[in-house]
């Protein structure tokens, strides 16, 4: 092995090299060229549709990697303060955001959440969940250090603002998502039992809510639980692609559920990797899933770091919960929700803010040395 490579060398690229999870890293940098491979599959059928050159998606994919895996191996360099202070950052920055495009943004399907930046849509609420986790895991360690440091009601608070922007827009999904994630943290923060069954039913009251004074939110669920009353041709098309695809596809680019469900590249990629990989692959892209949660888990573990510990609790429960909800709509076992297959799934602000968010985790699970 070269030089840099060496156990001797104190450089920072040695040292990373020396400390990082490799385990990990090979697993995200497979599910990441599993992607590649399923975006060029789905999506220029998409694209022909739409009147637009066929490998218009890959081509930006494969652009929006290049500061994805920037962000991704920048952060695996850096210390733990420095990801905590990126992290803040990016809150902040997720939160004048979001606030631009309810003030100036434009809409997509009935919801408001994309702002142009020199000609890039940016869908701020991307940034929100890594920086948010990053924040929160911060306020609470605090606390744990200085009793008299109120960081868990600070957190509490950010996360209510976090969950009015994001209704605001609507966005049930992503608030339903950064809900799942704060309760993963308040949970290994060792918050008092009372207040998490608390937090549970005022979480049942926000759905029910949600349900009578979001129309769009009504549907989606009414269409899950009975779908003779409403429109389910992708969820079919979908389901339908799972059964022709059997145990080992009908190859790839041979699909044809590409061909009528509009959003074949991002919300449903996973039917398209049924369709045309079959069984056999699908349980492999589960397995890495499971596979990277467990590296974090293990790392979780090893650390008294209470930041650490909640920080790394926090982005596995984003990427493990994100993975979960995207199978699960579309199996047909939770409601559709436009919800990307991290790094899986065609995407500009998803992409960029999963680079984000697995360069924190490979940062904060690199050996202390």
């Known amino acids: 092995m070269s030089t840099i490579f060496s156990r001797a060398n104190k450089s920072l690229i040695s040292r990373w090299w020396w400390t990082i999870d490799k385990r990990l890293l090979v697993a995200v940098l497979v599910l990441i060229g599993a992607g590649i491979m399923m975006v060029s599959a789905a999506s220029p059928a998409v694209a022909s549709r739409i009147g637009l050159n066929e490998y218009h998606f890959i081509l930006r994919h494969l652009f929006y990697l290049v500061p994805s895996l920037g962000f991704m191996f920048g952060l695996s360099l850096v210390s733990h303060e420095n990801i905590r202070r990126f992290g803040v950052v990016v809150f902040f920055c997720a939160i004048a955001g979001i606030c631009l495009t309810l003030i100036g943004g434009y809409e997509i399907k009935g919801a408001q959440r994309w702002i142009r930046v020199l000609g890039f849509s940016v869908q701020p609420s991307e940034f929100l969940k890594p920086g948010f986790i990053i924040l929160a895991a911060w306020l609470m360690a605090m606390q744990k250090q200085k009793e008299d440091f109120q960081g868990n009601a600070i957190a509490a608070g950010f996360y209510v603002l976090c969950v009015i922007l994001l209704v605001m827009q609507p966005d049930m999904g992503m608030t339903i998502l950064l809900s799942m994630i704060w309760a993963a943290q308040i949970f290994l923060a060792g918050f008092p039992f009372i207040f998490i069954i608390m937090a549970m039913g005022l979480g049942v009251v926000g759905l029910t809510a949600a349900y009578f004074l979001l129309p769009h939110f009504q549907s989606r669920v009414n269409r899950f639980i009975n779908p003779e009353s409403g429109d389910t041709f992708q969820i079919d098309r979908a389901l339908e692609a799972f059964e022709k695809g059997g145990l ?27 369709e045309e990989m079959g069984f056999v692959f699908v349980l492999l892209l589960i397995a890495l899933y499971a596979y990277i949660l467990w590296r974090g888990i293990r790392s979780l573990i090893r650390t008294e770091d209470m930041f650490t510990v909640l920080a790394i609790g926090g982005l596995l429960a984003m990427i493990g919960l994100q993975a979960l909800i995207h199978m699960g709509a579309n199996v047909h076992l939770l409601p559709t929700k436009g919800m990307t297959l991290p790094f899986v799934s065609y995407g500009g602000s998803s992409v960029i803010a999963l680079g984000i968010t697995m360069g924190m985790l490979l940062g904060l699970t690199r050996k202390q040395t």
């Open 248 to 274: 080992v596809g009908v190859g790839p680019g041979e699909g044809s559920v590409k061909l009528t469900i509009p959003d074949a590249h991002a919300d449903f990629v996973f039917a398209v990797a049924g």
